[in-house]
């Protein structure tokens, strides 16, 4: 009786193609540039709301454009002095690159994108009036060619 030859040629290819499938598989896994860019601003956004509902000394500073920095400190003291948060919570965000919206999958955008905009509602109490208030607040996020987020920042809605 003759035997047939080890059935090298089948292992062999499907090894490769278990392996080609695994290969393929975990390359999927790994996040697109644009969901590690949103992951990376929503802990920014998160960081920013965070020290300025606090009243931190630095108030979010370090995300707000250079060139509105001074003003923005001073505004935000002013701020400061005269109301207390109640609640905060975040609406909805838009996402755009190079001006034009991105479709948005639930709460991430569906492609590469450049800027934000993130509506707040926040509940407050502005003194010298006991009454509290809410207002809708947009923050305008911006890429920088340095890879860096920058907020540029407009408290005049808590004043209307």
């Given at each position: 009786m003759k035997r047939s030859p080890c059935p090298a040629f089948p292992v062999k290819t499907g090894l490769f193609l278990g392996l080609l499938l695994l290969s393929?598989?975990?390359?999927?896994?790994?996040?697109?540039?644009?969901?590690?860019?949103?992951e990376r601003l929503d802990k920014i956004i998160r960081l920013y709301n965070n020290e300025f509902e606090s009243k931190s000394d630095a108030a979010g500073s370090m995300w707000v454009k250079n060139e509105m920095k001074a003003e923005y400190l001073t505004k935000?003291?002013?701020?400061?002095?005269r109301i207390n948060f109640v609640s905060s919570q975040t609406i909805s965000i838009v996402f755009k690159n190079k001006g034009k919206m991105i479709v948005q999958s639930n709460t991430s955008p569906g492609g590469d994108f450049d800027e934000a905009i993130v509506s707040n509602r926040y509940e407050y109490i502005l003194a010298p009036?006991?009454?509290?208030?809410?207002?809708?607040?947009?923050?305008?996020?911006?890429?920088?060619?340095?890879?860096?987020?920058?907020?540029a920042p407009d408290l005049s809605p808590f004043y209307d």
């Open positions: 393929v598989s975990a390359c999927s896994m790994i996040p697109e540039s644009h969901e590690r860019d949103f935000v003291k002013e701020l400061y002095d009036s006991v009454s509290l208030k809410t207002k809708i607040i947009k923050q305008h996020w911006a890429l920088q060619p340095n890879g860096v987020w920058n907020l």
